[in-house]
């Protein structure tokens, strides 16, 4: 019997896992600019932790965990997400007593039960960022900025910021009551997560994907319209330092977004031509997170990018080109008696950081020669007997075609100099 990755996840086979590496690598780079630095956490956690930091009513929650008993009898959860991680540890380390504001970034696995689509899948991979610490509006509109330089050096230049605010727990209460008021009569029309959830939490009503609850409440209050002062004067800060900044948003008043931990800025970054899981990337401030998961009241704030949607988006890029490493050099060697020495010759390839292979089936000469042009060798070394014999390599430069003659000790400088 044949088995097959299970629904919602896939494998990346070269040469696509080279694109992965590629975007990563830039990913990371750019965040470092900003003083972010890496935090790894384990991909599963105690199911507590996600259903306290995540929010008990979100859907994460509700529907889309892998939870499972382990031998001891714990329930655990594999990751849905990063941002409660990153909260755990930092309360668990207590590092938030070291400098502030703290700055990681993290990237892989999530795990969410969710009917699988283009763009949505059951393991899909996040990168995100989350710093602690600090209130200020400046950091809200630091880190936006850093999410769009990430897609600016990505080369995705046709994406929407939305942005909104969503409040703190003040004025967020008062606006619950006034949502609720609103939803109450129409509750017999809206989907049965939503009329058992709409009272503990009618924000879900209003991030409910189905057509049904969509229709039932139009015309619902904004939140926007009820933020307090501090809450209004903390978004205009945000709004006014982007538009300093060039970076164009839309202020959104449907973003809500699907987790229960969010106060004030929330935004996500929409690229439409991918489809309808156009949401690349999300996030916002949480600042009474680290205090709902058992550590102090400091404020965090983070995003996280979709890698498999940036992947998609960048799909559509005509500047993206395949960012694939050939081969610096193929070694061919003409006859296996010479099969030991050939290892010692790519030994000294790769030590000196050239990349080098070799045929490894008995390939012919010829089939030797066609092997290395689709590995794209940029130079192929010939090792046959005059070569072993006179202690020289004859040396093919696959783009010029032209063929020449090294002494054995020369040749690590001979192909640095074609490669340079
Ligand atoms: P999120 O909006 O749930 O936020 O996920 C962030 C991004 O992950 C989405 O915009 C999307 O690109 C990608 N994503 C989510 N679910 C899937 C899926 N099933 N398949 C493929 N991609 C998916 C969070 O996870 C928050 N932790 C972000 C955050 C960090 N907020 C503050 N700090």
């Given at each position: 019997m044949q088995v097959k990755a299970p629904r919602g996840t896939y494998d990346v086979l070269p040469p696509d896992s080279k694109k992965w590496q590629f975007i990563e690598q830039i990913i990371e780079e750019t965040a470092h600019l900003f003083g972010y630095n890496e935090i790894r956490t384990p991909v599963f956690e105690h199911t507590e932790l996600f259903e306290r930091g995540v929010g008990e009513t979100t859907d994460i929650v509700t529907k889309e965990m892998y939870t499972f008993q382990d031998k001891s009898n714990r329930s655990l959860t594999?990751?849905?997400?990063?941002t409660a991680s990153c909260v755990r540890a930092l309360v668990e380390h207590s590092?938030?007593?070291?400098?502030?504001?703290v700055k990681w970034y993290y990237s892989g696995p999530m795990f969410r039960y969710d009917r699988p689509q283009t763009g949505r899948y059951r393991q899909f991979h996040q990168f995100g960022v989350e710093a602690f610490g600090s209130h200020s509006p400046y950091l809200d509109a630091e880190i936006i900025m850093l999410l769009v330089q990430i897609l600016h050096n990505l080369g995705l230049i046709d994406y929407e910021l939305h942005l909104n605010s969503v409040g703190c727990p003040v004025c967020r209460e008062t606006y619950r009551q006034i949502l609720i008021t609103h939803i109450n009569p129409v509750k017999?029309?809206?989907?049965p997560d939503c009329q058992s959830r709409y009272e503990k939490n009618p924000l879900r009503v209003l991030d409910c994907k189905i057509e049904d609850c969509k229709q039932a409440i139009t015309d619902f209050p904004f939140i926007f319209d009820h933020l307090c002062d501090n809450c209004k004067q903390h978004y205009n800060l945000v709004k006014s330092t982007l538009e300093a900044g060039g970076i164009h948003y839309l202020h959104d008043n449907?973003?809500?977004?699907?987790?229960?931990?969010?106060?004030?800025t929330a935004f996500e970054i929409h690229i439409?031509?991918?489809?309808?899981?156009?949401?690349?990337g999300g996030g916002g401030r949480y600042n009474g997170l680290v205090k709902a998961c058992g550590g102090p009241d400091i404020p965090g704030i983070g995003f996280a990018l979709g890698m498999e949607r940036l992947l998609l988006a960048l799909d559509?890029?005509?500047?993206?080109?395949?960012?694939y490493s050939s081969l610096d050099v193929f070694l061919a060697v003409l006859?296996?008696?010479y099969d030991v020495q050939a290892m010692q010759v790519l030994e000294r390839l790769r030590t000196a950081k050239i990349m080098a292979d070799r045929d490894y089936?008995?390939?012919s000469m010829k089939a030797q020669m066609k092997y290395a042009d689709k590995l794209g060798a940029r130079i192929v070394v010939l090792m046959g007997e005059d070569e072993v014999n006179r202690g020289f390599f004859t040396i093919r430069?696959?783009?010029?075609?032209e063929q020449l003659e090294v002494k054995s000790e020369q040749i690590i400088s001979a192909i640095k100099d074609i490669l340079a």
């Amino acid at each position: 019997m044949q088995v097959k990755a299970p629904r919602g996840t896939y494998d990346v086979l070269p040469p696509d896992s080279k694109k992965w590496q590629f975007i990563e690598q830039i990913i990371e780079e750019t965040a470092h600019l900003f003083g972010y630095n890496e935090i790894r956490t384990p991909v599963f956690e105690h199911t507590e932790l996600f259903e306290r930091g995540v929010g008990e009513t979100t859907d994460i929650v509700t529907k889309e965990m892998y939870t499972f008993q382990d031998k001891s009898n714990r329930s655990l959860t594999l990751r849905p997400e990063g941002t409660a991680s990153c909260v755990r540890a930092l309360v668990e380390h207590s590092v938030y007593g070291g400098v502030m504001p703290v700055k990681w970034y993290y990237s892989g696995p999530m795990f969410r039960y969710d009917r699988p689509q283009t763009g949505r899948y059951r393991q899909f991979h996040q990168f995100g960022v989350e710093a602690f610490g600090s209130h200020s509006p400046y950091l809200d509109a630091e880190i936006i900025m850093l999410l769009v330089q990430i897609l600016h050096n990505l080369g995705l230049i046709d994406y929407e910021l939305h942005l909104n605010s969503v409040g703190c727990p003040v004025c967020r209460e008062t606006y619950r009551q006034i949502l609720i008021t609103h939803i109450n009569p129409v509750k017999e029309k809206l989907c049965p997560d939503c009329q058992s959830r709409y009272e503990k939490n009618p924000l879900r009503v209003l991030d409910c994907k189905i057509e049904d609850c969509k229709q039932a409440i139009t015309d619902f209050p904004f939140i926007f319209d009820h933020l307090c002062d501090n809450c209004k004067q903390h978004y205009n800060l945000v709004k006014s330092t982007l538009e300093a900044g060039g970076i164009h948003y839309l202020h959104d008043n449907n973003l809500v977004r699907g987790l229960d931990y969010y106060t004030n800025t929330a935004f996500e970054i929409h690229i439409p031509s991918i489809g309808a899981q156009s949401a690349v990337g999300g996030g916002g401030r949480y600042n009474g997170l680290v205090k709902a998961c058992g550590g102090p009241d400091i404020p965090g704030i983070g995003f996280a990018l979709g890698m498999e949607r940036l992947l998609l988006a960048l799909d559509g890029v005509p500047e993206y080109k395949e960012p694939y490493s050939s081969l610096d050099v193929f070694l061919a060697v003409l006859d296996d008696k010479y099969d030991v020495q050939a290892m010692q010759v790519l030994e000294r390839l790769r030590t000196a950081k050239i990349m080098a292979d070799r045929d490894y089936t008995g390939r012919s000469m010829k089939a030797q020669m066609k092997y290395a042009d689709k590995l794209g060798a940029r130079i192929v070394v010939l090792m046959g007997e005059d070569e072993v014999n006179r202690g020289f390599f004859t040396i093919r430069d696959m783009q010029s075609r032209e063929q020449l003659e090294v002494k054995s000790e020369q040749i690590i400088s001979a192909i640095k100099d074609i490669l340079a």
